[in-house]
Structures are given as structure tokens and as C-alpha cells.
């Protein structure tokens, strides 16, 4: 692509507007995105320096820049575009055929959060950069514990919390994924949705496991299926939250297992069916 067309896509002036945008946007988010998301986010702010805003880097360049899963960089590029951050531009070639596709950063001006109209997410439910992942397992059990207790000493909440589920998923936090909460919407509130998630949480960080947690998602959505079939159908006594936490660390020790019995560089490598 030609330098004059990618300067018809510049969205700022100067390199420092794009700075002063960028910094804005993970100021107004800082609590509800991944360190997979700062990392897409540090690397597409890099290489959209040249033309400010423009950026054609690929999402196989993404990757091999961050070490990220190609499921990581496709759902955070999702996501800027979700909150307004981003735009996705298909280019076509002179000759007609597909060109290379951009990922254009906004400016305030054309800049419409969507979700300005949801509540804030209480910072102690979400990923903490920096935190040491047993302090965020207890911290998410003391809330869990917490809301427990709450609820047995407030015996209208029950009516109070499946009213709620007339709000849709959009007023769920953003770290919880959609695909997730998709699945569990038709037999869990909001609330409960919201609380098993924290259950996943904490069993990823009781499980040493190799990637992100986001990496994971397929897993623990086919853990949560039949957890939920059961429950529905009456064999779950323990209740539900207590019995998916279960199902889903054990998911978990099983995929370690499995990872450490693939790693290389681990003296259990299975070096015979190599």
C-alpha cells in the first residue's frame, strides 16, 4: 500500500494527540482489561506511529510481537473495537483483490464508549496487573464469602437478584467473556453468572497453568455445560457454585498435566511417543 493512501486513513495530527487518546482510553478501562489486552493494545499503539493512528500490522504479526494466542489478539481487537477505540479498515488493491486490512485508532471526537451507561466494576472482581495470583484467589473468595453471608442475612435479596436478570448481558462486567455468559444466561442471573466467573478465577489461580486465562475459554465452557445439565436436573445437593469450582479446577489440573507432559524442557516430557 502506497504511503500517500495509509496517510488518508491518519486519524492524528501528531504522534502525542494519539498518545494523550490512548493513555485516555486505559485510564477510563484499566480495571476491566487483561494483560493480554494492555499487550495487543502496547503493540498496535507501537507500530501506529508513523502515519498517528494507522497501524497495518497483521494479527500473525501481533502474535509473534507478544507471544499471544491467536485467540487473544482476535478477542482483544474485538474488544478496542467493541469500546470505540478502533476501527477495522478492509483496503482493495488496484487490481481488485483484498489488501491489507488496518486497525485504525480513534479520536475523542468520533469516540462513543458504550458502556458510560453501566455501573462501574468493583475493582476487587477483576485482575489486578501486578498482584500476585493466590492474592487475587483470596481476595475473590473473601468477596464470594461476603455476598454469602449477605444474602442468607437478607432473606428478599433471592426476589431482588432474579429481577434483575431484565438487564441483558451488557451489563455484565467486560471481563467476563460473552461466549461464557451466553451459555449460562438461560439458568443463571446476572449475579450468578458474575459469581461463577469469579469461581473460574479462583481456580486458575490455585492451578499454575501455562496461559492466559482467556486462552482457555473453550474449556471452560465445556466444563460448565453439563455442570449446569446437572444441576437443572436436580443431582448437584452440594449447589451449583460449590460443584462448577470443582469441575472446573479439576479441568484445569487436567490441562496442566497435559501441558507438562508436552513441555520439552520438563523432565516428565513423554520423550517415548515422541
Given at each position: 500500500m502506497y504511503r500517500s493512501e495509509l496517510r488518508e486513513y491518519q486519524?492524528?495530527?501528531?504522534?502525542?494527540?494519539?498518545?494523550?487518546?490512548?493513555?485516555?482510553?486505559v485510564q477510563r478501562w484499566k480495571y476491566e482489561l487483561s494483560e493480554g489486552n494492555y499487550e495487543v493494545l502496547r503493540f498496535i499503539w507501537r507500530h501506529s506511529v508513523k502515519f498517528p493512528g494507522v497501524s497495518y500490522a497483521k494479527v500473525e504479526t501481533i502474535m509473534k510481537g507478544t507471544k499471544k494466542s491467536r485467540s487473544t489478539v482476535?478477542?482483544?481487537i474485538r474488544r478496542f473495537v467493541e469500546l470505540g477505540l478502533l476501527t477495522r479498515v478492509e483496503?482493495?488493491?488496484?487490481?481488485?483483490?483484498r489488501g491489507v486490512n488496518l486497525l485504525v485508532i480513534q479520536p475523542?471526537?468520533?469516540h462513543v464508549e458504550k458502556d458510560d451507561t453501566l455501573p462501574d466494576t468493583v475493582k476487587d472482581t477483576v485482575w489486578t496487573r501486578g498482584e500476585p495470583l493466590r492474592q487475587q484467589a483470596s481476595r475473590v473468595l473473601?468477596?464470594?464469602?461476603?455476598?454469602?453471608?449477605h444474602k442468607e442475612t437478607n432473606p428478599n435479596k433471592e426476589n431482588i437478584v432474579r429481577e434483575a436478570n431484565a438487564f441483558n448481558l451488557t451489563y455484565l462486567p467486560s471481563h467476563i467473556p460473552r461466549s461464557f455468559a451466553k451459555v449460562a444466561q438461560p439458568y443463571l442471573t446476572l449475579c450468578e453468572i458474575e459469581e461463577a466467573w469469579k469461581r473460574v478465577v479462583t481456580a486458575y489461580a490455585e492451578v499454575r497453568l501455562y496461559g492466559d486465562l482467556y486462552d482457555y475459554e473453550d474449556s471452560i465452557i465445556e466444563v460448565l455445560k453439563p455442570c449446569l445439565y446437572v444441576w437443572m436436573i436436580g443431582k448437584v445437593k452440594s449447589g451449583f457454585m460449590p460443584y462448577f469450582y470443582g469441575a472446573v479446577r479439576e479441568e484445569f489440573r487436567r490441562l496442566v498435566r497435559h501441558q507438562v507432559h508436552n513441555d520439552r524442557d520438563n523432565p516428565y516430557y513423554d520423550w517415548l511417543h515422541e
Open positions: 486519524t492524528f495530527r501528531t504522534k502525542k494527540e494519539m498518545d494523550e487518546r490512548v493513555r485516555g482510553f482476535v478477542r482483544s483496503t482493495v488493491r488496484a487490481n481488485g483483490k475523542y471526537r468520533n473473601r468477596t464470594v464469602e461476603t455476598e454469602r453471608i
